[in-house]
């Protein structure tokens, strides 16, 4: 056993560790930012600095945190969103301010790529001549309008906190949705409202119109890189060099060629490089077999490691909460607890404690694999029939033998019930670990969901339940073998 659990640690450090000697850059779940993502790295790696996209992390606290954890080394940003979500209690008035802000924390900001990114409220142009509406003041009179935000600006104080309270809104109807599905959701008119960005190309693709902001609520959001003042002065230049270069006609341009024209992100970046800077980048032929391995290894390694060490932790824990009355509330207590945490929240809560990548997400995951072998382990030792234990204690047993021959034996049923059910589980937890930069299989379902691509998500989704069935399979042949 002591040997099993070595090789499970060498084999998370090697997971976690894998790109230490590389500069991470992260990027939003939206295709601007991932596009923003790509320049970034790939203008790092042109400089000679090694450097790992990891895309699609979530929202703007996930990746602020990462950045001052060192997590990452830089990611694209807004400065409206620095002065209004990041930074809202120290008052910033200027530029010079915010540097000075932002260098005693440790980071850097580069010069405005060229373009301004702001916030809008948008409904179907059809709509808004039909009902007069020009401003996001006439919204007052339709309270009967659905709203449909994405829940970052739902819950942001520059989002609907702040323009519902300026603008003395309060419909009927409110709901949080991802970003690019509220494009959907506003074309098939199962909403009226959404949240824009002012360089999404679907505005024109789906005939929207961008409300005036009457009372000049929002800031302006200047696209540029904040990033770790430890990185060399040779990669901050790497990085400032594309400060000036995308205006917001070019930014729509590009949104539209990942958005709408469903071409690689990456390739999209490779290519403005190229034309802007004669830059040349190599990118591997990434096909869909080279993804599903990949993919197929990454969601492999996260939940044989988690359920490798749950195993280790669980089952011991399960005979001590069988054989110690004291202890059987406090240990089956604690792991019902942590099961009771919705396994996005735990994702997310682990992030302060081993930033993003593959480790936050396989502790996250050992930790919701604990309650159903801990259990299992319990039951299957409570349940031997009690004749039988007096009779091996009349014998003259000791405690140790009786476990390792009689209890534990006998309680493999149950025991590989609890691992079944939690690694099944894991299967289904460790696609949610693309949020957080674990990749797996949860890459391309995010992917798809950002781009609105079934194809995509179909990739993420099928092996996925394909493997849970695997999976099920194995444990099934496994316990009638073993009992």
């Given amino acids: 056993m002591p040997n099993i659990f070595i090789i499970l640690l060498l084999s998370m450090f090697c997971v976690s560790h894998a790109h230490a000697q590389t500069y991470g850059v992260g990027s939003k779940v939206y295709t601007e930012n991932v596009i923003l993502g790509h320049l970034a790295a790939q203008s790092l790696e042109a400089a000679g600095f090694p450097a790992q996209h990891n895309e699609q992390l979530g929202g703007t606290r996930i990746l602020w945190n990462a950045l001052l954890g060192g997590s990452i080394d830089v990611y694209p940003e807004y400065t409206g969103t620095l002065l209004e979500e990041i930074l809202p209690a120290a008052g910033i008035n200027s530029r010079e301010e915010l540097v000075s802000v932002l260098a005693a924390q440790g980071v850097g900001i580069t010069d405005n790529i060229g373009f301004n990114n702001t916030y809008a ?4 142009r059809s709509q808004a001549q039909e009902l007069g509406v020009v401003s996001i003041s006439d919204l007052q009179a339709h309270p009967t309008l ?17 323009v519902s309270a300026e603008y003395g809104l309060a419909p009927d109807y409110v709901t949080g949705l991802e970003h690019a599905l509220a494009y959907r959701g506003i074309a098939s008119e199962d909403i009226d409202i959404i949240d824009l960005y002012s360089t999404d190309p679907e505005i024109a693709y789906y005939d929207l119109v961008a409300l005036v902001d009457d009372r000049e609520f929002f800031p302006d959001y200047d696209a540029v890189y904040v990033y770790r003042d430890d990185i060399p002065t040779e990669a901050v230049a790497a990085l400032q060099r594309l400060a000036g270069t995308i205006d917001e006609a070019r930014m729509m341009a590009l949104n539209s060629q990942v958005q709408l024209d469903l071409r690689d992100d990456a390739q999209v970046a490779s290519e403005f490089l190229r034309d802007t800077f004669a830059i040349e980048v190599t990118l591997a032929n990434d096909t869909m077999w080279t993804r599903l391995w990949r993919n197929t290894i990454e969601h492999l390694q996260l939940v ?17 909460a069988a054989k110690f009355t004291r202890l059987e509330g406090l240990v089956l207590g604690g792991a019902s607890i942590l ?5 996005l929240a735990l994702l997310v809560l682990m992030i302060p404690l081993f930033g993003i990548g593959a480790l936050p997400a396989i502790v996250a995951m050992f930790l919701y694999s604990l309650l159903p072998i801990v259990r299992n382990t319990h039951a299957g030792i409570k349940q031997i029939p009690a004749p039988m234990m007096e009779s091996a204690r009349a014998l003259g047993l000791p405690n140790s033998l009786i476990l390792r021959r009689i209890e534990l034996p006998m309680a493999i049923p149950s ?13 289904g937890v460790a696609t949610l670990g693309a949020l957080i930069g674990a990749g797996g299989y949860g890459q391309p379902i ?6 609105d691509n079934l194809s995509l998500i179909l990739e993420g989704a099928i092996p996925a339940a394909v ?12 316990e009638k073998r073993l009992t």
């Fill in 121 to 124: 409220l948008g409904m179907r």
């Fill in 146 to 162: 659905r709203y449909g935000f994405s829940n970052e600006f739902m819950e942001r104080p520059d989002g609907w906190i702040g």
């Fill in 304 to 320: 044989i490691i988690s359920l490798g060490f749950a195993i280790v932790v669980a089952i011991p824990l399960g005979v001590l």
């Fill in 339 to 343: 099961q009771t945490i919705p396994s």
């Fill in 415 to 427: 025991i590989l019930a609890g691992v079944k059910t939690s690694a099944v589980m894991n299967v």
């Fill in 446 to 451: 995010l992917t798809g969901i950002r781009l």
């Fill in 467 to 478: 493997l849970a069935l695997l999976v099920q399979w194995l444990f099934d042949a496994l």
